[in-house]
């Protein structure tokens, strides 16, 4: 059965983040497909979709002046 959770409650029990290991209450739970659960905290899930940890050769090129063609 699927549970579905309103994001606005804050009776949610306080949770360890897996990959920053802070204690939060808002943090978003994923189960692997052998049932392992993963919590990750909505300041770490943002970092992520950023592309924080894109390349490390990355660099933008226009600011120096460089305008790639």
Known sequence: ?????????DDRPVERCSSCDREVTHYNTHL??????KIICWE????????FNAKRDFRR???FG???R
């Open 32 to 37: 692997s497909p052998t049932n392992e659960r």
């Open 44 to 51: 770490c899930r943002s970092r992520d979709e950023k592309g």
């Open 1 to 9: 059965m699927i549970e579905s959770l309103d994001p606005k409650m």
């Open 61 to 63: 090129g226009a600011r």
């Open 66 to 68: 460089y305008i790639p």
